[in-house]
């Protein structure tokens, strides 16, 4: 049975790992190889299109940590989970979203994204 909560985690983790190559160490840990991934701000396959869309993330948003504000929820091979985008330690995020994700295997095969909230 797939620990729901350790997965979302180690997606938090591939969105806050700055190091390329340890990055792409927990992307291919994490995402099957053939990985969807769609959101509001694009949509890419592969670990490759994870790995340019996470930099991509990374560049727009420097600085910025990525948190799970609450509990993943999880069924079968599906979960859902909220996140948070902000400074370390602020008292409100600057943007939020929430991911559902499908599991192959222990492994994120499918990513859909949803944003509720932008910075400014």
Known sequence: MTDFTALAHRYI??????????RREVIEQLFTEDVIYTD?????????GVDQFIAGAQGQFAGLIFSLPGEVDGHHDIARFS????????????????DVVA???DRISR???FLDKLPG
């Open 103 to 105: 599991i192959d295997g």
């Open 111 to 113: 990513v859909l994204g």
């Open 83 to 98: 996140w948070h985008l902000g400074p370390a330690g602020a008292d409100e995020p600057l943007a939020i979203g929430f």
């Open 40 to 48: 509001p701000l694009g949509s890419v396959r592969g670990w490759d």
């Open 13 to 22: 983790d591939a969105f806050n790992e700055t190091d390329p190559v340890k």
